[in-house]
């Protein structure tokens, strides 16, 4: 990507003369949808590229004049940046793979709640003006960066930007770890697991596990426990500049999950060291978004009164 195009400052306008498309590999009507987004973008003098296993699954032969196929590498390094066409899972897929290239995400939503993906497939080609036009607004979001040492070696890693999850494997017994917390001991807990959550993944694994909700730009990480095996453990609220270690103390089956779509399996005594990322990704939404009204729509919260809403229009 282009240095000079796109900030990592929210402040700056991203005004994209590449743009990479990437869909949801099973979708059937992916060639239907991409392909009239690919013509309107041509149209319009932007250099199209084509992720490669998205072009695999095209009805049509990949490239068109004028369009290139690339793989996330080749993504990283051309694009100012990335349209996603599917769900929240695409864009965590999608964002792992190009954090390091730090190109921004464009979400269209074919999935269910869509809490990543902010333009409905029928407003598609009449957002496109907006995004050309450098209306977008850039927001970051924060990374997990785990490593998994046994025996004092890193056995793996991996990125994160929903969550990190220790949790029971298939025998469905709890298992038993310590938490600390910068060096520092926090508990011991049995547990069916733990969740490590970024802002962004509060609305995900975490929330169905009586989490809290974070605000994005929220400098925080939730810690919170599956079923835990006391009633005074609770979620807990850390630094993102503080560094969490997991210790699989007892267990019988355990393993790590990432964003629920990578799983190492681990064994006691493994240990989960798990920090903010270096890197970031950045989020383009349009115009007329606002998280609480995402909350408000994908939640299913209750919209104010009618008696509210005059009171409040009075006073204002």
Avoid at 64 to 89: E, H, K, N, S, T
Avoid at 233 to 247: A, F, G, K, S, Y
Wanted: include cysteine; charge should be negative.
């Amino acid at each position: 990507m282009k240095t000079d195009d796109v900030s990592t400052s929210s402040s700056r306008r991203v005004l994209p003369k590449t743009i990479a498309l990437i869909g949801k590999y099973r979708s059937r009507d992916l060639s239907g949808l991409l392909l009239p987004l690919a013509l309107l973008l041509h149209q319009k003098g932007i250099a199209v590229l084509i992720e490669k296993a998205t072009a695999s699954n095209f009805d049509v032969p990949v490239p068109l004049p004028g369009w290139d196929v690339c793989d996330f590498a080749g993504i990283g390094q051309r694009a100012d940046v990335a349209i996603v066409l599917g769900g929240d899972g695409s864009v965590l897929n999608v964002a792992r793979q190009l954090a390091p290239f730090h190109v921004p995400l464009v979400g269209i939503n074919r999935g269910r709640l869509g809490f990543m993906t902010d333009i409905a497939c029928d407003d598609m080609l009449s957002s496109m003006d907006a995004l050309l036009n450098g209306e977008f607004v850039p927001e970051e979001r924060m990374l997990l960066e785990t490593e998994i040492v046994r025996d004092e070696e890193t056995i793996a890693s991996s990125l994160a930007l929903n969550e990190v999850v220790a949790d029971k494997g298939g025998t469905g017994r709890l298992i038993e770890f310590t938490l600390f917390v910068d060096k520092v001991f926090v508990y011991a807990l049995r547990a069916d697991g733990l969740i490590v959550s970024t802002p962004t993944g509060s609305t995900a694994y975490s929330l169905s596990a009586n989490g809290p909700i974070l605000h994005p730009r929220i400098s925080g990480i939730a810690l919170v426990p599956l079923c835990p095996h006391s009633l005074t453990n609770r979620p807990l609220l850390v630094n993102d500049q503080n560094e969490i270690e997991i210790r699989i103390s007892r267990a019988s089956d355990v393993r790590a999950h990432f964003d629920g779509q990578n799983r190492v399996d681990l064994r006691v005594r493994d240990k989960l060291r798990i920090r903010r990322a270096n890197d970031s990704i950045c989020f383009l939404h349009p115009p007329s978004y606002n998280y609480f009204a995402m909350l408000r729509e994908k939640l299913h919260w209750n919209e104010e009164s009618g008696a509210f809403a005059a009171t409040r229009k009075d006073a204002d």
